[in-house]
């Protein structure tokens, strides 16, 4: 994959504090729901409070929610308690339970697929300011540049690409890296198009570190725009670990990629790991089929307002 593998940790306890963390695996995002929709097909429907609608993929469901599946629909639900996946087919009434749904019928295919939900964070875009900001700075940022990745997250590469979007009336770009804490300089260099990779010639980035990185549009060697993004690079044995989950993941959907239960649980994996880009590279093809499914859509928004956030890990 493309600038593989940039991950995003948890913010620590105190917001205030805005700096790195590196806790065990997020807790759900909601403790009170039993289940999550993994992949449909037809017309589903949701009945919750005597209250009917329709119901997509990555809608989280309680215990006493009746999916009601036309005759020509299906439905697979997985039980983040217990790892119950449960496919089922058309014309049937689903109960859902806490680990499993009520009265499965014959019919009904059990297979045992662990997936845990991750908290994603939502900080309204720009709401935080990032530490050691002057005024100056401020007005510069409000004017920001939108980068594409490397942004408030982790990192498995230790020679990541640097890539942002095109600012109207900007003639080149330059990029900065700083290793945190205490900004020092390490590498610069300018380019006229949207994106620079850390080059061989320099030392490689050093895994367990934290990094600071600017890019900057000028226009006649005037800065008219910039964004101020932090990353850091995961420690090396997590790099291997989390590189051969995500190879099994991989090499199932090679096999198979439509398989939509699969693509979903290996983006609630990415997710978990604060994968995100990788997760949106995920949310892009599961869209083009699931486009509106306001579950998926939102998930998606969340993890582009992290992106986006002036947040300080």
Same mark, same amino acid.
């Given at each position: 994959?493309?600038?593989?593998?940039?991950?995003?940790?948890?913010?620590?306890? +105190?917001?205030?504090?805005?700096?790195?963390?590196?806790?065990?695996?997020?807790?759900?995002?909601?403790?009170?729901?039993?289940?999550?929709?993994?992949?449909?097909?037809?017309?589903?429907?949701?009945?919750?409070?005597?209250?009917?609608?329709?119901?997509?993929?990555?809608?989280?469901?309680?215990?006493?929610?009746?999916?009601?599946?036309?005759?020509?629909?299906?439905?697979?639900?997985?039980?983040?308690?217990?790892?119950?996946?449960?496919?089922?087919?058309?014309?049937?009434?689903?109960?859902?339970?806490? +680990?499993?749904?009520?009265?499965?019928?014959?019919?009904?295919?059990?297979?045992?697929?662990?997936?845990?939900?991750?908290?994603?964070?939502?900080?309204?875009?720009?709401?935080?300011?990032?530490?050691?900001?002057?005024?100056?700075?401020?007005?510069?940022?409000?004017?920001?540049?939108?980068?594409?990745?490397?942004?408030?997250?982790?990192?498995?590469?230790?020679?990541?690409?640097?890539?942002?979007?095109?600012?109207?009336? +900007?003639?080149?770009?330059?990029?900065?890296?700083?290793?945190?804490?205490?900004?020092?300089?390490?590498?610069?260099?300018?380019?006229?198009?949207?994106?620079?990779?850390?080059?061989?010639?320099?030392?490689?980035?050093?895994?367990?570190?934290?990094?600071?990185?600017?890019?900057?549009?000028?226009?006649?060697?005037?800065?008219?725009?910039?964004?101020?993004?932090?990353?850091?690079?995961?420690?090396?044995?997590?790099?291997?670990?989390?590189?051969?989950?995500? +190879?099994?993941?991989?090499?199932?959907?090679?096999?198979?990629?439509?398989?939509?239960?699969?693509?979903?649980?290996?983006?609630?994996?990415?997710?978990?790991?604060?994968? =995100?880009?990788?997760?949106?590279?995920?949310?892009?093809?599961?869209?083009?089929? =699931?486009?509106?499914?306001?579950?998926?859509?939102?998930?998606?928004?969340?993890?582009?307002?992290?992106?986006?956030?002036?947040?300080? =890990?």
């Amino acid at each position: 994959m493309k600038n593989i593998c940039t991950y995003l940790y948890p913010l620590v306890a +105190a917001l205030t504090l805005l700096v790195f963390t590196l806790p065990e695996i997020a807790v759900a995002e909601n403790s009170s729901c039993s289940a999550i929709i993994m992949d449909t097909g037809g017309n589903v429907s949701l009945v919750r409070n005597g209250k009917k609608r329709e119901v997509g993929l990555g809608e989280l469901l309680y215990s006493g929610d009746v999916v009601e599946l036309a005759k020509d629909a299906s439905l697979t639900i997985n039980y983040l308690e217990s790892g119950q996946q449960e496919q089922w087919p058309g014309g049937m009434k689903v109960v859902v339970g806490s +680990a499993q749904s009520k009265r499965i019928p014959s019919g009904v295919i059990i297979a045992n697929n662990k997936v845990v939900l991750p908290q994603l964070d939502s900080p309204q875009k720009g709401s935080f300011t990032l530490r050691g900001l002057s005024s100056s700075d401020e007005v510069t940022l409000n004017s920001k540049i939108e980068v594409i990745g490397l942004s408030n997250t982790a990192i498995l590469e230790q020679r990541p690409t640097f890539s942002w979007k095109s600012v109207n009336g +900007a003639d080149s770009y330059t990029v900065t890296l700083y290793l945190e804490p205490g900004a020092k300089f390490l590498w610069q260099s300018t380019a006229t198009g949207e994106e620079l990779s850390y080059p061989q010639s320099e030392a490689p980035l050093t895994f367990g570190a934290r990094y600071k990185w600017d890019v900057k549009g000028l226009k006649n060697a005037r800065v008219i725009s910039e964004k101020r993004s932090y990353f850091y690079l995961l420690k090396e044995g997590d790099v291997a670990d989390l590189g051969a989950g995500i +190879a099994r993941f991989q090499e199932e959907l090679s096999r198979d990629a439509q398989k939509t239960a699969t693509r979903l649980a290996f983006i609630l994996f990415l997710e978990n790991y604060r994968l =995100y880009d990788d997760a949106l590279t995920q949310y892009e093809i599961i869209c083009a089929t =699931y486009s509106q499914s306001d579950a998926i859509r939102q998930r998606r928004e969340k993890l582009l307002q992290i992106r986006y956030s002036n947040l300080h =890990y």
